[in-house]
């Protein structure tokens, strides 16, 4: 375990669905971030909070939304997503202005039929 | 704009030769640099980051990186590969606003 904890590990969903991904830190970071990973692309920055607040949307879809209650915890909420959305999806941990790097979930597999 | 190029998409080695997985950057001022690796259908995990000091820097299982200046490199070694290195491997850099820039990801495959 590396300390940041994503769940559901895997989740198939139709195209009318609603389902949410979770993702909690216990590393006392105070960002958090969103990835997509598809296959055979680079990774994509999707959301990143600092301090609860959202401070990058890179352009996502509105069928993602996102959800930083506190900041242990970030949420990415999804509704009628197409095929297309199909991918890993990452979550990270930082603390600002520390230069140590991210740490990462395991990542939710998520296929859309 | 700072960030960092994996020149190759994929890299083959036989178990027991050395591996090399090659990151150029382009940063301006001091660079922080990482390297994660991503074994299949997990997360990335953390290798080793130079920050400052030396110039090699020992990381996980078995791995060292070499931040080169002149060459504005930051590639990663391994003198002995194991077939359970097979995996992708990013290089990274964080820029003033602390967000990780990531390279497009090297696959490598170690075969026994």
């Known amino acids: 375990e590396t300390g940041v904890t994503q769940t559901p590990r895997h989740l198939v969903m139709g195209m009318t669905n609603k389902k949410s991904l979770k993702c909690e830190q216990h590393l006392g970071h105070n960002a958090m971030y969103w990835y997509k990973q598809s296959a055979k692309k680079p990774l994509e920055l999707m959301f990143v909070?600092?301090?609860?607040?959202?401070?990058e949307n890179n352009s996502v879809p509105s069928r993602f939304s996102p959800e930083c209650p506190n900041s242990s915890h970030l949420f990415l909420h999804l509704h009628t997503l197409q095929p297309e959305d199909s991918a890993l999806y990452l979550c990270a941990s930082s603390q600002e202005s520390q230069n140590y790097g991210y740490t990462f979930g395991s990542g939710t597999r998520l296929t859309v039929v | 704009a700072q960030s960092v190029a994996q020149p190759e998409d994929q890299v083959n080695v036989a178990e027991g030769n050395p591996l090399t997985v090659k990151c150029t950057y382009s940063?301006?001022?001091?660079?922080?640099l990482f390297w994660y690796v991503q074994y299949p259908n997990r997360g990335l995990q953390f290798l080793l980051k130079?920050?400052?000091?030396?110039?090699l820097v020992k990381g996980s299982y078995g791995f060292e990186a070499e931040f080169n200046k002149s060459q504005t490199s930051f590639h990663l070694k391994k003198p002995s590969a194991l077939v359970s290195d097979s995996a992708l491997y990013f290089c990274?850099?964080?820029?003033?606003?602390?967000?990780?820039?990531f390279g497009a990801g090297t696959t490598v495959t170690v075969r026994a």
């Open positions: 130079y920050i400052t000091g030396d110039n």
């Open positions: 940063v301006s001022g001091n660079p922080y």
């Open positions: 909070y600092s301090l609860e607040e959202r401070v």
């Open positions: 990274a850099t964080l820029p003033n606003d602390y967000k990780l820039s």
